[in-house]
């Protein structure tokens, strides 16, 4: 602990530096100043004894001692002041920081590669990360805590010294046993914590699950409160069964050290007797050792106290710090290629395995060349790879095996963001973002002359139409009841989604993303939008996901995939035209209708 106090008190104070450099100066100042005046006090208490235990009356003794106390007196006033002033700034530093904090770490967690997603233990990582930004709006305070302390504590053992040599030495060794139980004991906490991060992980799921209003409806309709709130209940048992075993733990850890403390206490105090029994100190010394024993004994327990507390949110903090820098490991590290629009884009071998449960990979050997002005369909069964297939080609995923490469440079070598920024998609699950309508489209990336553009993808979508009937207009918050506003159908927020990949592509044309951008759509927003799909081929490579064979149709190509492979290839004519193969026989499947005994009406 000792080892690591200073970086900790360091780490506090860069944190503390960063949210508020005034406040942190000030603070410090306060504490040093109180140090010194409390090292003041303590001289001026034993100057004070010795004058009042000297022989003779006592009130000569009473005026030599005067100085002393009046130093004494108004030390220990300026200390309560300047206490007052340290507690109200850390007030105002504590929740800066925490704000600090917390926005690094939703940014760090932005910054992590989508694949982190994939793995149980990122939710855990981010689980610790997210309870060491919580512990910072103490971290000032405790530092400085453990600063004033050790300050006492150091007056305290100056004075010790110079009454005699032999009391310092004691008076360290009788404070082993609180300090070891401290070290023991914050372990033990931590530790606690950290196995059941499953299962907090799992509580915050459950909890948003049930509270979220994306499921309300079903959360009542499908009775499923009592199943849930069952499997909240266990998460939480586990956790409160781990608490409790770290509770006792650290109980029976605590009576040892208490013990140990009690025989230490005794050793000092009977080494203080001995010194004074041998004649070694006076009375007037061993009074004023009897004051700096106490003194010191309680700047041991604070920096064991504190110390210890400081130790144990450093041990969170630690889990901060490690997710800041590495992301849970899944730090974004690409290169620095700043791609235009790709010309052509080459897939060759791309293999890729999802970790966990499933047993084939959900890619294997795909070999593709898609071109710009080209539209190329994706077709396939349920879990043949077309959505993981779109999300390598948008970068978010880097290829495992194999190679994606932008006009001959490979993705790593891209940089990240400037490949995003060529990207625009309308993912299978679209993001419903809690904003107004035209921020629901342009996301931020707007200038006064652009909202022409947002208005002329909503116009292509339908979404225009959408808008036309909210009473705010583009204004309107698409958030209704946790924050107000409106609420649009489902097939009013795909028309958003749609008309937001249309108006990134306008920004920057380049790869054009549909992953079923049709689904919840009546025909006429379906027609309406594959027509505007065409139209905006011309400069970008578009890629279509779609079920509905027919709407494949628009497509310059189509690809079929199964069980992860690229099975078929061609135009859609020349598919339909074989008379065996995955293609033909969906189409056949999507165009039969007949209802097993009904008889097909009479001509
Ligand atoms: N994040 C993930 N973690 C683990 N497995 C995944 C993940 N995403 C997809 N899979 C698995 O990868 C396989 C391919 O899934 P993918 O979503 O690419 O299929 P798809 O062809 O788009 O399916 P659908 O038509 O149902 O949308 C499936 O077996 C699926 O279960």
Same mark, same amino acid.
């Given at each position: 602990m000792l080892r690591r106090l200073p970086q900790l008190v360091r780490r506090a104070l860069a944190l503390a530096w960063h949210a508020d450099r005034t406040a942190t100066l000030l603070v410090l100042l306060c504490q040093l100043l109180s140090g010194i005046f409390g090292a003041i006090a303590l001289y001026a208490t034993t100057g004070t004894l010795r004058a009042l235990l000297l022989p003779g009356p006592v009130g000569g003794h009473l005026r030599h001692a005067a100085p002393s106390l009046a130093v004494l007196t108004t030390a220990t006033a300026l200390r309560a002041v300047l206490a007052i002033a340290v507690t109200s700034l850390s007030t105002r530093v504590g929740p800066r920081i925490n704000r600090?904090? /917390?926005?690094?770490?939703?940014?760090?967690?932005c910054a992590a590669e989508l694949r982190a997603y994939d793995e149980p233990s990122y939710a855990e990582q981010w689980e610790a990360a997210d309870r060491g930004a919580a512990t910072t709006p103490d971290?000032?305070?405790?530092?400085?805590?453990?600063?004033?302390?050790?300050?006492?504590?150091?007056?305290?053992?100056?004075?010790?010294?110079?009454?005699?040599? +032999?009391?310092?030495?004691?008076?360290?060794?009788?404070?082993?046993?609180?300090?070891?139980a401290a070290v023991r004991t914050a372990r033990i906490h931590y530790l606690a914590g950290l196995t059941t991060n499953e299962e907090r992980v799992a509580l915050r799921i459950y909890r948003w699950f049930l509270i979220d209003k994306g499921r309300a409806d079903q959360v009542r309709s499908d009775q499923v409160t009592p199943f849930m709130l069952g499997k909240y209940?266990?998460?939480?048992?586990?956790?409160?069964?781990?608490?409790?075993?770290?509770?006792?733990?650290?109980?029976?850890?605590?009576?040892?050290?208490?013990?140990?403390?009690?025989?230490?206490?005794?050793l000092i105090w009977g080494v203080l007797l001995y010194l004074v029994a041998s004649g070694r100190i006076g009375l007037a010394a061993a009074g004023s050792a009897t004051f700096a024993l106490r003194t010191a004994g309680s700047g041991v327990q604070g920096m064991v106290g504190n110390g210890a507390r400081l130790y144990r949110m450093g041990l969170y903090l630690d889990d901060y710090f490690r997710f800041l820098d590495e992301a849970g490991g899944h730090r974004i590290r690409r290169g620095s290629v700043l791609p235009g629009a790709p010309a052509v884009l080459e897939v060759t071998g791309l293999c890729h395995s999802y970790p966990g449960e499933q047993q084939e990979p959900a890619l294997r050997d795909i070999d593709l060349t898609l071109r710009q002005n080209e539209v190329v369909a994706v077709i396939g069964q349920n879990g043949s790879g077309k959505s993981t297939l779109l999300k390598l080609l948008a970068g978010l995923y880097l290829p495992q095996t194999g190679r994606i490469s932008w006009d001959g440079v490979?993705?790593?070598?891209?940089?990240?963001?400037?490949? +995003?920024?060529?990207?625009?998609?309308?993912?299978?699950?679209?993001?419903?973002?809690?904003?107004?309508?035209?921020?629901?489209?342009?996301?931020?990336?707007?200038?006064e002359e652009l909202m022409t553009e947002v208005v002329r993808a909503a116009e292509h979508t339908g979404f225009d139409e959408v808008v036309g009937r909210l009473r705010s207009g583009w204004r309107t918050l698409l958030a209704q009841g946790w924050l107000g506003g409106a609420e649009l159908s489902g097939g009013g927020w795909q028309r958003a989604a749609v008309a937001r990949a249309f108006y990134r592509s306008t920004l920057n044309p380049g790869l054009l993303i549909l992953d079923e951008p049709t689904s919840d759509l009546d025909p006429r927003a379906e027609h309406r939008i594959l027509h505007a799909l065409r139209g905006f081929a011309p400069g970008r490579i578009t890629l279509l996901v779609t079920h509905n064979i027919a709407n494949a149709a628009l497509a310059d190509?189509?690809?079929?995939?199964?069980?992860?492979?690229?099975?078929?290839?061609?135009? +859609?004519?020349?598919?339909?035209?074989?008379?065996?193969?995955?293609?033909?026989?969906?189409? /056949?499947?999507?165009? /039969?209708?007949?209802i097993p005994g009904q008889r097909p009406a009479a001509a």
């Amino acid at each position: 602990m000792l080892r690591r106090l200073p970086q900790l008190v360091r780490r506090a104070l860069a944190l503390a530096w960063h949210a508020d450099r005034t406040a942190t100066l000030l603070v410090l100042l306060c504490q040093l100043l109180s140090g010194i005046f409390g090292a003041i006090a303590l001289y001026a208490t034993t100057g004070t004894l010795r004058a009042l235990l000297l022989p003779g009356p006592v009130g000569g003794h009473l005026r030599h001692a005067a100085p002393s106390l009046a130093v004494l007196t108004t030390a220990t006033a300026l200390r309560a002041v300047l206490a007052i002033a340290v507690t109200s700034l850390s007030t105002r530093v504590g929740p800066r920081i925490n704000r600090e904090a /917390d926005l690094a770490l939703i940014a760090a967690g932005c910054a992590a590669e989508l694949r982190a997603y994939d793995e149980p233990s990122y939710a855990e990582q981010w689980e610790a990360a997210d309870r060491g930004a919580a512990t910072t709006p103490d971290l000032l305070s405790n530092a400085q805590d453990v600063i004033a302390s050790a300050v006492s504590l150091v007056a305290a053992a100056g004075v010790l010294a110079t009454l005699h040599p +032999w009391l310092l030495p004691f008076l360290l060794l009788g404070s082993v046993p609180a300090g070891v139980a401290a070290v023991r004991t914050a372990r033990i906490h931590y530790l606690a914590g950290l196995t059941t991060n499953e299962e907090r992980v799992a509580l915050r799921i459950y909890r948003w699950f049930l509270i979220d209003k994306g499921r309300a409806d079903q959360v009542r309709s499908d009775q499923v409160t009592p199943f849930m709130l069952g499997k909240y209940r266990q998460a939480e048992t586990r956790i409160a069964e781990v608490t409790e075993r770290a509770g006792r733990q650290a109980a029976r850890v605590s009576l040892l050290a208490a013990l140990g403390t009690g025989a230490g206490t005794a050793l000092i105090w009977g080494v203080l007797l001995y010194l004074v029994a041998s004649g070694r100190i006076g009375l007037a010394a061993a009074g004023s050792a009897t004051f700096a024993l106490r003194t010191a004994g309680s700047g041991v327990q604070g920096m064991v106290g504190n110390g210890a507390r400081l130790y144990r949110m450093g041990l969170y903090l630690d889990d901060y710090f490690r997710f800041l820098d590495e992301a849970g490991g899944h730090r974004i590290r690409r290169g620095s290629v700043l791609p235009g629009a790709p010309a052509v884009l080459e897939v060759t071998g791309l293999c890729h395995s999802y970790p966990g449960e499933q047993q084939e990979p959900a890619l294997r050997d795909i070999d593709l060349t898609l071109r710009q002005n080209e539209v190329v369909a994706v077709i396939g069964q349920n879990g043949s790879g077309k959505s993981t297939l779109l999300k390598l080609l948008a970068g978010l995923y880097l290829p495992q095996t194999g190679r994606i490469s932008w006009d001959g440079v490979p993705v790593e070598q891209l940089d990240a963001e400037g490949m +995003w920024t060529r990207v625009a998609r309308v993912p299978q699950e679209f993001a419903r973002w809690p904003l107004s309508a035209a921020e629901n489209i342009h996301l931020g990336h707007l200038t006064e002359e652009l909202m022409t553009e947002v208005v002329r993808a909503a116009e292509h979508t339908g979404f225009d139409e959408v808008v036309g009937r909210l009473r705010s207009g583009w204004r309107t918050l698409l958030a209704q009841g946790w924050l107000g506003g409106a609420e649009l159908s489902g097939g009013g927020w795909q028309r958003a989604a749609v008309a937001r990949a249309f108006y990134r592509s306008t920004l920057n044309p380049g790869l054009l993303i549909l992953d079923e951008p049709t689904s919840d759509l009546d025909p006429r927003a379906e027609h309406r939008i594959l027509h505007a799909l065409r139209g905006f081929a011309p400069g970008r490579i578009t890629l279509l996901v779609t079920h509905n064979i027919a709407n494949a149709a628009l497509a310059d190509r189509v690809i079929v995939l199964d069980q992860g492979r690229i099975v078929q290839s061609g135009s +859609w004519q020349e598919l339909a035209e074989q008379p065996t193969g995955l293609f033909r026989e969906l189409l /056949d499947l999507q165009r /039969d209708r007949a209802i097993p005994g009904q008889r097909p009406a009479a001509a």
